[in-house]
Every structure is written in C-alpha cells, then in structure tokens.
C-alpha cells in the first residue's frame, strides 16, 4: 500500500478514465484530501475527477507502484 499525490497529469481525470487496475495492476483504496477543518479520507467513486492536493491510497506490487509513480511525475 502507498500513498500517492495527485500530480497535475492526474488533475481533472477520473478514476473511471485511469482504469488503474487494467492499465497498471493497481487498486485505488481510498483518497485522502487536507482540508482546514483537518484531513477528509474520500470513497474512491469513478466518475469524480481528481484535484491537486489530494493523495491516492493505492494497493499493488511494487513495482507497479514505481512504474506508476514515474509515468505520472510531470
């Protein structure tokens, strides 16, 4: 499990659009967002499009994760 932060290639796409488990072997568990009331843990629905700041909870082999995290890395 990792946590990885919304970069601005994932800003604006939906989980339903990334097809994370088709297209990189990995399983979004949970979206964890700061907000000024303090950290808001959010359902990974599909069709809500992803914004800066917010950091995935994703599951998966590591080295899935490491592919992952270089692809999206502007």
């Known amino acids: 499990v990792e946590q990885i932060e919304v ?13 994370l ?3 990189a072997g990995l399983n ?5 967002k ?8 959010i359902s990974p ?3 809500r499009k992803m914004s800066l700041g917010e950091v995935l ?3 998966g082999e590591q080295k899935d994760l490491e592919s ?7």
């Open 28 to 32: 979004v568990m949970g979206i964890r």
């Open 68 to 74: 992952f995290k270089k692809a999206i890395a502007g």
């Open 45 to 47: 629905d599909p069709s």
């Open 7 to 19: 970069t601005e290639f994932l800003r604006g796409q939906t989980l339903r659009q990334l097809d």
């Open 57 to 59: 909870i994703v599951m």
């Open 34 to 41: 700061n907000t000024p009331e303090g950290i808001k843990r």
């Open 21 to 23: 488990r088709a297209t």
